[in-house]
Each structure stands twice: as structure tokens, then as C-alpha cells.
């Protein structure tokens, strides 16, 4: 299909459609050098199938440096509401970052979204348009926790869905080694730094 240039003829779940009166930010991350935790968060959402609920959307917040699942919310429908409470979570829990990006989807460019950031003196990015590639690290989180856990499971409904991803992402953050950390767990990463940095 491919080589005859074909696609498929089916709905899309538009995770990443943008509004058009909502402002967007340049990419900021072409050429920073991620040195530390707390210098880059990331965050983006995928969708996930229930059988005889439909859709329901997973959102995340990673921080670059580590690796590390920040926070994250399950919800029924695309509104904002649901990224914002993650961010407010992320920030209680873990202080503020220096820059947070995003791709360009009317939940993260969305005005109560954006003002959350600013508020906290916090630097917007977003990927380039249809560059999938600019926030490529959550998009492995996506792959790694459908299938590592969620195809795995087949979870019936959300409350088991809720369930399972938080034991899901307990044991990503602190059991889960990862080959681009040096065979480290997140956990691992981001305490270490703070340790190196409190013992200099």
C-alpha cells in the first residue's frame, strides 16, 4: 500500500488537531543539550479502546532527562480539563520545569493550558507540524505501555484500566531499566542527579 501510495479509509482519532485561534509556540528543543532533571518536561495523549465504553484518552508528563513518568490522567473525553490537572499534579509533586513542550493539539494550546505555564514562568515549545519526531520519547512511553501492559491485559473497563496503569507506571518509573539511561530505572536517573548535585 505503501509503495502505491494507498491508504486505508477509516476514522482517525484526532489526538493532535490543533484549534485555530489558539496560539502556537516555536520548537525550542532543536538543539538543547538535556543536562539535568527538570530542565525539559514533555507531554502528549493517546487514545485507548474499552469494549462497550469506546475510546478513552491517557495523558502523560515526562520528564526528558530521566526518562520518568511525571504524572498522568485517564479521561472519557478530549477537553482539556484532564491534561491540566496532570500538569497541576506534576508541578505540586516535583517543582516546576525550565522549559515544557508539546505537540500542538487544542488541549496543550488551549488558553487555561498555556496559562498554567506562564503563571509558573515556564517556557512553551511545540513540535513543528506533523513532526511526530520532536517528541519521539513519549511516543515510546505510548508504544512501550500498550505493548508491555495494556494489550497484554485487555482490560474490560476503566477502573481496572486505572488500576493497571498505575501499577503499570509504579513499575516503569522504579523497576523498568532502560538501555538509553545506561541500564538505569527513571528513578534511578533522576534521584542520582539530585544526589551528585547535593554532594558537590
Given at each position: 500500500?505503501h509503495s502505491?501510495?494507498?491508504k486505508?479509509l477509516?476514522?482517525?482519532?484526532?489526538?493532535s488537531?490543533?484549534h485555530?485561534?489558539?496560539?502556537i509556540?516555536?520548537y525550542?528543543?532543536?538543539?538543547?543539550?538535556?543536562?539535568?532533571?527538570n530542565q525539559v518536561?514533555?507531554?502528549?495523549l493517546?487514545y485507548?479502546?474499552l469494549?462497550?465504553?469506546?475510546?478513552?484518552y491517557l495523558?502523560?508528563?515526562?520528564d526528558l532527562?530521566?526518562?520518568?513518568v511525571?504524572?498522568?490522567?485517564?479521561?472519557?473525553?478530549m477537553?482539556?480539563?484532564f491534561c491540566?490537572?496532570?500538569l497541576?499534579?506534576a508541578?505540586?509533586?516535583?517543582g516546576v520545569?525550565?522549559?515544557?513542550?508539546?505537540?500542538q493539539?487544542?488541549?496543550?494550546t488551549?488558553n487555561?493550558?498555556?496559562?498554567i505555564?506562564?503563571?509558573?514562568g515556564i517556557?512553551?515549545?511545540?513540535d513543528?507540524?506533523?513532526?511526530w519526531?520532536?517528541n519521539?520519547h513519549?511516543?515510546?512511553?505510548w508504544r512501550t505501555v500498550?505493548y508491555?501492559?495494556?494489550?497484554l491485559?485487555?482490560?474490560?473497563?476503566?477502573?481496572?484500566?486505572?488500576?493497571g496503569?498505575?501499577?503499570?507506571?509504579?513499575?516503569?518509573?522504579?523497576y523498568?531499566?532502560?538501555?538509553?539511561l545506561?541500564?538505569?530505572?527513571?528513578?534511578?536517573?533522576y534521584r542520582s542527579f539530585?544526589a551528585?548535585?547535593?554532594?558537590?
Amino acid at each position: 500500500m505503501h509503495s502505491m501510495h494507498l491508504k486505508a479509509l477509516h476514522a482517525k482519532k484526532m489526538t493532535s488537531m490543533k484549534h485555530p485561534e489558539n496560539p502556537i509556540y516555536p520548537y525550542l528543543l532543536k538543539f538543547m543539550v538535556i543536562r539535568y532533571p527538570n530542565q525539559v518536561w514533555i507531554s502528549d495523549l493517546t487514545y485507548i479502546k474499552l469494549p462497550g465504553l469506546g475510546y478513552v484518552y491517557l495523558v502523560a508528563i515526562m520528564d526528558l532527562y530521566s526518562r520518568k513518568v511525571l504524572s498522568w490522567k485517564l479521561s472519557n473525553s478530549m477537553d482539556a480539563t484532564f491534561c491540566e490537572e496532570a500538569l497541576k499534579e506534576a508541578i505540586a509533586r516535583f517543582g516546576v520545569p525550565a522549559l515544557f513542550n508539546t505537540d500542538q493539539g487544542s488541549q496543550f494550546t488551549s488558553n487555561s493550558f498555556t496559562q498554567i505555564l506562564q503563571d509558573y514562568g515556564i517556557r512553551i515549545s511545540m513540535d513543528g507540524r506533523g513532526r511526530w519526531r520532536d517528541n519521539v520519547h513519549i511516543e515510546r512511553l505510548w508504544r512501550t505501555v500498550k505493548y508491555e501492559d495494556i494489550y497484554l491485559q485487555g482490560y474490560e473497563n476503566l477502573r481496572a484500566l486505572k488500576r493497571g496503569l498505575a501499577s503499570y507506571f509504579e513499575f516503569y518509573n522504579r523497576y523498568r531499566f532502560h538501555q538509553n539511561l545506561d541500564y538505569e530505572t527513571p528513578d534511578q536517573r533522576y534521584r542520582s542527579f539530585q544526589a551528585k548535585d547535593l554532594a558537590a
